[in-house]
DNA sequence: GGCAATGATGTAACCGTTTTCATTTAAACA
DNA sequence: TGTTTAAATGAAAACGGTTACATCATTGCC
């Protein structure tokens, strides 16, 4: 690999002025320029950009925790980012982490150890060892979609309180009253942010919260399925099911078909995200649809921000929802 | 940031001591590896990585192209890239390129400025150019899933011809013998493949094959939507769909129901893929299994054989696939 | 023509590691 | 104790750029 001593032989110049070619072109006289560009074509010099990222100690590199790459609202995000990512002349290192906290506390040293310049993580759990943590202050970081609200780094997140409230509403208006819910991990803040939401809608309607009609899931299609099952065989069977998300009430669908039980007209259902296959499921789910790509954009601009020292205290930035009506929910019966 | 020096001076040694006691403990007696140690952790060292890579050359990352990661195949795909890498001690740097040959030729610099060791491209097509190719022969890249196999790169793939003869098989064997067929781009060799595999079982049942009943496509759900609108519309409709992908096949099944044609009864429709949706659709879809994870796996680790020179001639890898029948097939009607 | 100001180019230090080679220290042996 | 050998350590170069500073050449002006 010619490096830029092999140019400024071959154009009998000094490594500076081919540095300054490439960097400041006014800098060198027409001439000179001329002969250097020819030296570069000739030996077919590729500026080393590990030297570059080295010798600037900017590797202009940012790594995304993102709890896992295979969740559809997840890649809508990472769309966002890498747009914006280039826009600003970065990079995005992808790590799926898989909700484990060593792996992500394994890529969140890439920023400890010069490998990148900040990090933007996707889930409600804060990646740092007391190891990154120590004298300097805080490591470049930014807090998006799954939130830990502390106040210690910026925040890209949905009012997902007020969504719920807006979703159950949606439910309530069309009669129901028995609205059972398929919640994410418990550990997730999201999960306690939607189910407050519900509760405040609940309670503004007068309809006293029942327990039972709360049902566990991960958010994947699985877990949904497992819950429609269940709920297709409770006794007194609530007339809609608000899902947290997408995923989720696409499972519990299918449960509810092979239980018999028809959508919306015996039980309706609701998700949550929005995912490109929401719309072609049957019926056509009614949803919340959130700014995926813009929280990815939103996020990396802010970690951008931090990193130019544009920013003193962190900010904390609620990005807008939309309910999305479509056919899975009706009326409720009787 | 501490560095090396930093520890040196505080143990009372000099830096290669410190690199010695961190790269090869056993080259340093047990006192000085003690003070040396307990140095790091005064001090609060990280190693610049940054400057390691540089240093040796090596910066252990690997490029991916991938035409989109909301795609849920190439996330599995991703998935498994993501995990062979972490295991030889790599990093995946993930771009989105949107099956775009510029944004492809822009990621693949990166190998060409030694910002990264090697190539992963998921579509069928040469991301490189000529300033790439030149004097030293080839940039180590492998070429995955959707290929071109010039033999210039190693190659992994499946028997797209094969697992769509078998697919065709077993709607031929339902008694189905008029078969539409929703494509792919016709830019990807997949596509030519799977079309080749289809006509290939025709010919092996005697049915003439009918170009009027392929339809175009993309891979996304609208487009299979589309294609299954102007299907239902027909007059003398196919009794089966064979779609490219799953998505396709969900989007046209959706366009089927809104037609009122009920699937399996009035029209079969097969998928390709076997996305995790793909089993929680109404009805569960009828499609060929990939092994996404090993596809991702088997790419890097052969990238991986590339760059260490353990690999002379290009090989060609193809994976297995598997007919997983759900219950979107049936016997045709009449 | 002589001097100052400006523009063009070169020299060399620097970024943080690793590693070769030289040197010092310790151990082993007679 | 003196000599040989092995082990431990240090000094310095190297990786490939960028850039502050020094130097040299050119131009403008009196």
Redesign the interface.
């Known amino acids: 690999?010619a490096n830029i001593r092999d140019v400024a032989d071959s154009a009998g110049v000094s490594v500076a002025t081919v540095s300054r070619t490439l960097q400041q072109p006014e800098r060198v006289s027409p001439k000179t320029r001329n002969k250097v560009m020819a030296a570069v074509q000739a030996v077919?010099y590729?500026?080393?950009?590990?030297?570059v990222?080295?010798r600037s100690?900017k590797?202009h590199n940012l790594v995304v925790l993102v709890p896992?790459?295979?969740n559809?609202f997840f890649?809508?995000v990472?769309?966002g980012m890498?747009e914006a990512a280039a826009e600003l002349g970065y990079?995005?290192?992808?790590?799926?982490t898989l909700g484990n906290s060593e792996i992500e506390n394994h890529y969140a040293k890439?920023v400890?150890?010069?490998?990148a310049d900040g990090l933007i993580q996707l889930r409600a759990n804060n990646p740092l060892d007391a190891?990154m943590i120590?004298?300097?202050g805080l490591l470049p970081m930014v807090n998006a979609c799954e939130v830990i609200d502390d106040g210690q780094y910026p925040v890209v997140s949905l009012d997902n309180r007020a969504a719920a409230k807006a979703m159950t509403e949606h439910l309530i208006s069309l009669g129901h009253s028995r609205i059972a819910m398929i919640k994410g991990p418990n550990s997730s803040p999201l999960t306690q942010e939607r189910l407050m939401g519900y509760k405040d809608a609940l309670a503004q309607a007068n309809i006293v919260f029942d327990e039972s009609l709360l049902f566990p899931g991960d958010f994947t299609?699985q877990a949904?399925?497992n819950a429609g099952e269940s709920i297709s065989r409770l006794e007194n069977r609530p007339s809609a099911v608000f899902c947290e998300n997408d995923e989720t009430a696409?499972?519990a669908?299918?449960a509810f078909?092979q239980a018999n039980l028809h959508v919306p007209k015996d039980i309706s259902v609701a998700g949550f995200d929005d995912i490109?296959?929401s719309?072609?499921?049957?019926p056509?789910l009614t949803t919340i649809a959130q700014p995926a790509e813009e929280f990815g954009r939103t996020a990396v601009t802010l970690l951008v921000d931090v990193l130019n020292g544009k920013i003193r205290k962190a900010p904390k930035v609620i990005m807008p929802f939309e309910l999305i009506v479509r056919e899975s929910t009706g009326k409720a019966f009787g």
Chains 1, 2 share one sequence.
Request: aromatic share 8%; net charge positive; glycine share 8%.
């Open positions: 690999m077919g590729k500026p080393n950009l590990m030297a990222k080295f100690g590797t896992t790459v295979a559809v890649a809508r990472i769309s890498q990079s995005i290192l992808l790590a799926n890439m400890s150890t010069s490998q190891s120590n004298d300097h299609l949904g399925y696409i499972g669908m299918q078909k490109a296959f719309a072609f499921v049957d056509p």
